[in-house]
């Protein structure tokens, strides 16, 4: 849709989720509804419309939310006739004709049936009819979009854009994460003004219900902004910077993350309250020990990843090594394992990396299928960071380039690009001692490549703060493989030697972990 930039009429409704049904609505108080008919009232609904905002009182009858036909008229311009002889009620539009029949569930539109939840009543001298009357009667018979959104009290009108948002704050140590969850995907810009940030949509307004903030240092509360259909976040006092990337998500629907990150050094400061998080397991382990590992299925959701002659998807290879994988960790060596995704679903490549990070795991393990043109390249690669390109990938995240990257902004843009390009920088001799025992377990258990060891610049393992390394398990471009991949007898094998793996590297002498041959620099699109 081209982007309008035009004010909307409407601005933003909010909801508090303690009380959602009774949003308060920023432009117009709502109307007070009295009715001289009998029964509980309900709050009413607001109609939206391109042209106005009007108030539609309802009633609750028998259980069943309703609307009086009279008030349906009013803003519908319909003509409602009683017959009395017949026993029915005919609401009537420019073009068409519903019939109503009392004591029955349904309506005929234009001669075709809908079906209602409870028959029409009639309460003195006034009809009512259930609120699904609006969406599955009358819209057909005007021929126009009218969408019911019960949580919210709307009703909304024609081509309106009137997206749902949905915001929940996390505190993450140094950081407070703002998730707004966006039905459908919505065109937005995100800028800092003052002590303010302003998230602002392309839209005729929102549909929001906003979140309290647990974390008043960085995030002191989320709120509408004057400017239309926009929200501010109000920034708390030891806001330093902040960055943002877009996740598909599910049936059209999108997911914002605002990241406001403290001033801080090398070292995250931990919150006092992180409520939403597990307890963190800080500093406990003994030397060498391991607590938290996670797991990292690569690809997902319309990111299929390799493709196999048979139509193997790497996505789903991955998805299920790591969960099995996550099981024998957890039975085997009582770790804590975390995986970043445990369903068929997109996210981004350094929200991967932040999940680590947040979770104070111990290793990263990421895992792949690899391909090749040629149907014959076969056999295992483990990777870890190389940091030959590191001046144009910070180069490139500072200007905001490639899809997957995440968009910075604020005051430190550079301070943070730096402290986030060099978190995997610090891990870099642990992480290839990591990788030798990935290879030499995986060695014991399946085929390898002739390069099993490699360090290429995979943006999934640049902002992990912990040892790490990627997998590429097998090539499911070849047949053979392919078939491999996807058997369980293989999988298991995998998950064995990665099991040992992480063992192996979890009973290395300190020392051990730092001699590291160093390796070439061979490119891959993989995971960038
Ligand atoms: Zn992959």
């Given at each position: ?94 073009t068409?004709?519903?019939?109503l ?11 075709r ?10 309460d ?68 800092q ?27 002191q ?26 996740v ?5 629907a ?23 998080e ?5 500093d406990?382990?003994?030397?060498g ?19 196999g ?14 969960r ?9 060596l ?12 997109a ?11 947040n ?13 090749s ?45 730096i ?30 490549s002739?390069r ?10 640049v ?24 058997s ?11 099991v ?29």
């Amino acid at each position: 849709m081209p982007g309008s930039a035009q004010a909307g009429i409407i601005d933003v409704l909010i909801h508090v989720p303690a009380a959602r049904f009774l949003p308060t609505t920023l432009l117009a108080a709502l109307a007070v509804f009295s009715s001289g008919a009998q029964g509980p009232t309900a709050a009413p609904y607001t109609v939206l419309s391109r042209d106005a905002r009007r108030p539609l009182p309802a009633r609750v009858i028998n259980g069943q939310e309703m609307f009086a036909l009279d008030d349906l008229a009013k803003l519908f311009d319909l003509a409602v006739r009683e017959d009395t002889a017949a026993g029915g009620i005919t609401v009537s539009t420019k073009t068409q004709t519903i019939v109503l029949s009392p004591g029955q569930g349904l309506a005929s539109v234009g001669g075709r049936l809908v079906s209602l939840p409870a028959p029409p009543l009639r309460d003195g001298r006034a009809w009512f009819v259930p609120i699904d009357f609006v969406p599955r009667a009358l819209a057909e018979a005007l021929g126009t979009r009218l969408e019911l959104r019960k949580p919210s009290r709307l009703l909304l009108m024609g081509d309106i854009r009137v997206p749902r948002l949905a915001g929940r704050i996390e505190a993450l140590g140094a950081l407070a994460r703002l998730t707004l969850e966006v039905a459908p995907v919505t065109p937005h810009t995100v800028s800092q003004d003052g002590n303010r940030l302003i998230v602002r949509f392309e839209a005729d307004g929102l549909d929001a219900t906003l979140p309290t903030s647990p974390v008043p240092d960085l995030i002191q509360g989320v709120r509408p902004s004057e400017q239309p259909s926009a929200i501010a976040i109000d920034l708390g006092t030891k806001f330093a910077s902040f960055r943002t990337s877009d996740v598909p998500g599910d049936r059209g629907a999108g997911r914002i993350l605002i990241e406001v990150l403290a001033a801080t050094t090398d070292t995250p400061t931990p919150t006092p309250a992180a409520p939403l998080e597990p307890p963190p397991l800080l500093d406990l382990a003994p030397a060498g020990g391991l607590r938290t590992i996670v797991i990292d299925a690569g690809h997902g959701g319309p990111e299929e990843g390799a493709k196999g002659h048979d139509g193997t998807l790497e996505k789903d290879i991955t998805l299920s090594v790591a969960r099995r994988l996550k099981s024998a960790l957890e039975a085997r060596l009582g770790v804590r394992v975390i995986l970043t995704r445990d369903r068929d679903e997109a996210v981004g490549l350094d929200e991967r990396a932040a999940l680590a990070n947040n979770n104070k795991a111990d290793l990263f393990l990421s895992l792949h299928a690899n391909a090749s043109v040629r149907p014959a390249a076969a056999g295992a690669e483990v990777f870890y960071l190389s940091l030959d390109d590191y001046g144009d990938e910070a180069q490139r995240v500072a200007q905001g380039e490639g899809e997957a990257l995440p968009v910075f902004g604020g005051g430190s843009r550079e301070i943070e690009v730096i402290l986030w390009e060099m978190a995997q920088a610090r891990y870099i001799e642990q992480s290839a001692a990591l990788a030798r025992a990935v290879e030499g377990s995986l060695r014991s258990r399946v085929p390898m490549s002739p390069r099993a060891i490699q360090q290429a610049p995979f943006r999934v393992l640049v902002g992990a703060n912990m040892p790490a390394v990627l997998v590429e398990m097998g090539f499911i471009t070849n047949p053979e493989q392919e078939k491999q991949l996807a058997s369980d007898t293989f999988q298991n094998n995998l998950v064995q030697a990665l099991v040992d793996s992480v063992v192996a590297f979890r009973d290395l002498p300190g020392g051990n972990r730092t001699a590291v041959p160093a390796a070439g620099n061979p490119r891959s699109n993989e995971g960038r």
